[in-house]
Each structure stands twice: as C-alpha cells, then as structure tokens.
C-alpha cells in the first residue's frame, strides 16, 4: 500500500519568509543533476518557488542530487518547519 501526504500549507512570518529567500539567493546550482539514476523511489521530494507570474520548481527522490548540495541547509530547514505544522495542528497529516 502507498500512502501519499502533500501536506498543507504553512504560513510562515514575513521576517521567516525575507531570511529564506536571502538564503536562496546566495545558492547557485546546476538546473540540471549531472548524475543520471534509474530508479524508482516512494519519497518524493519537490521544493517550488513562485514570485507573481514567474516560478521554478525542484523535484529529487530519496536524496538531493550532489549537485544541488547547496540546497541542503534549506531542505533540512523546510522539513523542520513541516514537522513543526505537522506536531501543532495534527489534522494536516
């Protein structure tokens, strides 16, 4: 059996949101993973950005390609927050 949880969405302080996005602009990575893999993984991961009409959107399983490292520090910091929504309002799971 597959279990699929998109989460819903959080609301994070402006002050939360202004240090995120200082932090994202100083990461510069490669659009595409150098790595190839074939397989197939039941953990999705997909980070999107949206600005107005314009957004980018990330999606990796398992793991963050090494070629996208610099975003670990941000992935940890966004899961930490989840789990945080997830452990104050458990009606999100």
Same mark, same amino acid.
């Given at each position: ?17 202004? %240090? ?11 659009? $595409?993973? !150098? &790595?190839?893999? *074939? ?23 398992? %793991? ?11 992935? $940890?910091? !966004? &899961?930490?927050? *989840? ?11």
């Amino acid at each position: 059996m597959t279990v699929v949880r998109t989460g819903a969405p959080y609301l994070l302080a402006s002050v939360d949101i202004d %240090a995120m996005l200082a932090q994202l602009r100083q990461i510069h990575i490669s659009f $595409e993973p !150098l &790595e190839r893999i *074939g397989a197939i993984h039941p953990t999705t991961y997909r980070l999107t950005m949206h600005s107005g009409s314009h957004s980018c959107q990330l999606e990796w399983f398992n %793991a963050l390609p090494p070629e996208w490292g610099a975003l670990a520090a941000m992935v $940890e910091l !966004l &899961e930490a927050l *989840g789990l945080k929504a997830l452990q104050d309002d458990p009606s999100t799971r």
